[in-house]
């Protein structure tokens, strides 16, 4: 083995620097951070090229003297501590001295600062390490860093960047996590030449959480407050008719540093438990206020994960809070119309429900009427027919309808809620029972089936939908009025990025200006489904994880929405043809016997285990 060597600084430094620096994001955090400490009003950040072209971030802060500059360059160089003991009290973002060291070790770094009583600006370039000299030069009161060519020194970091897009969605979301904590403050982003946030400062913390995230957001949003000896929690949380699928929209924040903390997000689940549907994720933004030394912040490089000295007690103030917020609060969701249609325009509710009850008939099969219809361009609210490539084909899709009537009448339904199909001697389908009108029990030749019959519907229309929509057959409702949804600025960044795709999903959407982005149509399979929650969760995932979602998870996930919400519901009364037919499909798909969120759509009793139950064995 070659002989143990002492590195050189210059490496040490650029490890350490991969530690902290991760990617154009990281550095957006570090010095959006130092602005902060620094005690800025106002903070502008601006990026080209998702931010490894180059980073800059203004502030109007306290400044850096000029003899100073090389120092702050310098690692573990820092004015926010001054002794150990500070280090288990820390009330500045950051404290490790460690961020413009590393960003300078691994990029062409400038600092341009002036302190208020400083005579004039000084300016110091630091290029992969390398220091140059202060020269003075001309500055406003604060500091300006640039950072150009992030990693040009490390052909293997640089190397795996990601596009420019899928950076600056992490830079955005650095920006949005800070510029949330810190509602007084002003702050823009601008990326290339567009500008993406102008947040002025606000009183109210909703506010700002409304510039970010939107303004239907917002206001679905409920207040919450817990006081302890300890620790003071509050912030919003948002109602149940506002989720999505992943916990990405739980921001919150430990004395103004935004944190993740795997049992807080827990307890959030655990306070929405029955409120939310499997999968679904709360909205919430939550400061939490405790005594610095309480939290060890100095567990993770990059400060994300704290630790708590009490967590069990700030993860039951938490649940209790919310649990006790939810009992005071009206959570009833109110029947309304869906808020596309709510803006007014071509609304027709009449023309509405005729629509809904068409998918309601062709969810269930009963389609034919549709298969003379004429063709041509579908209108506003115009009559659903079959999209191009398939003119003059009925839907075939999800024929409940038995190929051939039952031979047996039906007797009429109990007064139990039990309807009985009596034994069709040519019909293949056991004979079923709808019990509560939601499941259905079967005999097969193993013992019993109960099938609920919602599951197995669902993952009916899931499979016969997919086949048609991977064919590439999506029918777009045109709206006469587009209607305009407001979204959060990185949304509608988002929407108007991934238009093509969105129109091959059959969601037509069109730009407004600002944040605002028109829907033009939308997939005439959601007639009976909010559009604009579809395209929410659309949005979210497209906005969610390092790659945009290939098309093929996109749709399947639509595919997901219509199948669960065009599927019969427990509690639909089935007549016994629908019986008979759902039975039927049952066998023509590979996979009935889970419903497409892999919740089981039947379950068997042998007759070994009745026969042992009662004792027979
Ligand atoms: P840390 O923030 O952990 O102290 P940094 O490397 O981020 O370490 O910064 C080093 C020092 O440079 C800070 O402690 C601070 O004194 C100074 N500094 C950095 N950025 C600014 C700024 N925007 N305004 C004023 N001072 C700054
Ligand atoms: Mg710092």
């Known amino acids: 083995m070659p002989p143990i060597r002492q590195l050189p600084q210059s490496l040490i430094n650029k490890i350490a620097a991969g530690e902290v620096i991760e990617r154009p994001a990281s550095v957006v955090k570090e010095l959006v951070e130092n602005a902060v400490d620094a005690g800025a009003r106002r903070i ?54 460690e961020a413009l060291a590393s960003i300078a070790e691994v990029s062409r770094l400038v600092i341009r600062s002036r302190t208020p009583d400083g005579p004039g600006g000084a300016e110091i370039e630091a290029r992969g390490g390398q220091l140059g000299e202060v020269a003075p030069c001309a ?82 949003l409920i207040p919450v407050e817990s006081v302890s000896d300890q620790l003071r929690l509050f912030g919003y949380v948002a109602r149940p008719t506002h989720s999505r699928s992943n916990n990405r929209m739980q921001y919150l924040f430990l004395n103004g540093r935004h944190i993740r903390d795997r049992a807080l997000q827990h307890a959030l689940q655990e306070a929405y438990r029955g409120l939310l549907m499997a999968g679904r994720c709360p909205i919430a933004f939550l400061h939490l206020e ?41 959570l009833t969701v109110r029947a309304r119309p869906a808020p596309v249609e709510d803006a007014g325009g071509g609304h027709d509710p009449a023309r509405a429900e005729q629509l809904r009850q068409q998918l309601v008939d062709w969810a269930k099969g009963k389609v034919a009427s549709w298969e003379n219809q004429p063709q041509g361009e579908s ?43 009596s034994q069709a001697p040519l019909e293949r389908p056991a004979p079923a029972l709808q019990i509560h009108n939601r499941y259905l029990v079967a005999e097969s030749h193993e ?65 407004f200006g600002g944040d605002t982005v028109l829907v033009a149509g939308y997939p005439a399979m959601l007639a009976n489904i909010n559009p604009v929650e579809v395209l929410h969760d659309l949005l979210g995932r497209l906005l969610s994880g390092d790659k945009p979602p290939q098309r093929r998870d996109l749709l399947d996930e639509l595919l997901h929405t219509i199948a669960c919400k065009a599927a019969i519901k427990a509690g639909d009364r089935l007549t016994p043809e629908e019986i008979n037919a759902l039975l039927q499909q049952r066998r023509l798909i590979d996979d009935s016997h889970h419903c497409p969120h892999g919740r089981p759509t039947e379950l068997v009793f042998t007759r070994e285990e009745l026969d042992r139950q009662f004792g027979r064995l």
């Open 44 to 97: 502008d950040v601006a990026v080209r090229g998702g931010g490894s072209e180059l980073v800059r971030v203004v502030d109007d802060g306290c400044g850096i003297p000029a003899d100073q500059l090389p120092l702050a360059v310098a690692s573990h160089a820092t004015s926010k501590l001054a002794d150990a003991e500070d280090l288990f009290r820390v009330a500045t973002l950051g404290f490790r001295g």
């Open 139 to 220: 500055s406003p009161v604060g500091t300006s860093v640039e950072v150009y060519q992030l990693f040009f020194n490390m052909p293997v970091r640089r190397k795996f960047l990601r596009t420019p897009q899928t950076e600056f969605g992490h830079v955005s979301e650095a920006f949005t996590r800070i510029a949330l904590a810190w509602p007084q403050t002003h702050f823009s982003l601008r990326h290339n030449d567009r500008q993406l946030f102008e947040l002025t400062p606000c009183r109210q913390w909703l506010e700002r959480i409304a510039c970010l995230f939107g303004r239907e957001l917002a206001d679905a």
């Open 290 to 330: 405790m005594p610095p030394e309480l939290a060890d912040v100095n567990v993770h490089p990059t400060k994300f994960e704290v630790r708590f000295q009490d967590a069990g007690r700030i993860y039951s103030q938490l649940l209790s809070a919310l649990r006790g917020k939810f009992l005071t609060t009206d």
């Open 379 to 421: 209108g506003a609210f115009g009559s659903q027919r079959p999209g191009p490539g398939e003119t003059g084909q009925p839907l075939e899709l999800t024929r409940l309808r038995a190929t051939r009537a039952p031979v047996a009448e039906p007797r009429p339904p109990s007064d139990q809620g039990l309807t009985q199909v």
């Open 447 to 511: 013992g019993i089936t109960i099938i609920d019959q919602h599951a197995l519907h669902e993952r009916i229309l899931y499979e016969q939908l997919r086949e048609r929509v991977l064919g590439g057959i999506v029918e777009t409702q045109s709206l006469l009025v587009p209607e305009p949804v407001d979204l959060g600025p990185r949304e509608a960044a988002v929407a108007l990025e991934h238009r093509e795709l969105l129109a091959q999903l059959g969601m037509k959407i069109e730009p």
